[in-house]
């Protein structure tokens, strides 16, 4: 079972999980970081592995020299479930997706909403509203994330709705398409 959310926190957490490498662009996460390093509630959240290379060494430099940032590394997923329940928001900055990945469903499950930059993978989030797609649109995706944080009942709103759609479409009784899923992302 995905452990509910602490509810008494004044913290927003902001989460990106993927494997570190261009495709995934964590360097446009780390930019909206840099765009709220002022706000001190708003902690950005990596997990990833962080290989050696020059655009691995980059991203680097730019997580140590950003006090918002925590890197978690590569951790195991239960611990990736523990980190996206206790996250508000789940940012994928990814170029392309095969289709909904593994940390869509862990985030509509945790009641985390997503905040997508390039991908809507059946149009789950512009036509189901199971978060947003911001058509590659950083600023809009900033300017939202501000506006989201700041309202708790429109983030409620979206993650309910995401929610109810996970759980119904991804519960237990769909077992099969769930061990599809997970072995589609593995290849």
Partial sequence: ?????????NQKNIIWVANIKPVKQLEYFLEIADSFKHIEDFRFIVVGSLVSGTYQDNLREKIKNLPNVDFKGSIPFESVNDL?????????????????????IQAWLSKTLILSLNVDPDNVFSKDEMGIYFENDIENLKQSLKEILNDSSLLDSYTSKAFKYANKKYSLRNIEKIKDTFENQES
Avoid: H, Q
């Fill in 1 to 9: 079972p995905i452990p509910l959310k602490e509810t008494a926190r």
């Fill in 84 to 104: 996206m329940t206790n996250s508000d928001i789940f940012i994928n900055t990814s170029s392309y997706e095969g289709g909904p990945p593994v940390t869509f």
